[in-house]
């Protein structure tokens, strides 16, 4: 049975960093495709980062150049790096993991497995 589980969240000033960590435990799909999503209070969850089995990466523009997403040296695990925080980044952050490669717009249905999610909080 596979299991995610995120790490990391917290409540930051504008301008932090923080690092999610998800780790997945039961999981052994060469082809597959790793993400972070979040979702605020009263939206829609929304993609921010994934990245694929081959390295390629997907971003939401609005964290182009400040989040980073990758993978640790154990495949099981991935990251996301998160820099120059705003509070418009405030949301429940949520990984998941597809059996498929990334398709940038797929949104929540291309995802196979989901993570408890955990709480960034930036305030100004």
């Known amino acids: 049975q596979v299991q995610l589980a995120e790490s990391g969240g917290g409540s930051v000033q504008t301008g932090d960093s923080l690092r999610l960590s998800c780790a997945a435990s039961g999981y052994s799909y060469s082809r597959h495709c790793m993400a972070w999503f979040r979702q605020a209070p009263g939206k829609e969850r929304e993609e921010v980062a994934a990245?694929?089995?081959?390295?390629?990466?997907i971003y939401a523009d609005s964290v182009k150049g400040r989040f980073t997403i990758s993978k640790g040296s154990d495949s099981n695990i991935f990251y996301l790096q998160m820099n120059n925080l705003k509070p418009e980044d405030t949301a429940m952050y949520y990984c998941?993991?597809?059996?498929?490669?990334?398709?940038?717009?797929?949104?929540?249905?291309?995802?196979?497995?989901w993570g408890q999610g955990t709480q960034v909080t930036v305030s100004s």
């Open positions: 990245v694929d089995s081959d390295g390629n990466t």
């Open positions: 998941a993991v597809s059996h498929k490669y990334c398709e940038e717009g797929a949104g929540q249905g291309l995802y196979n497995y």
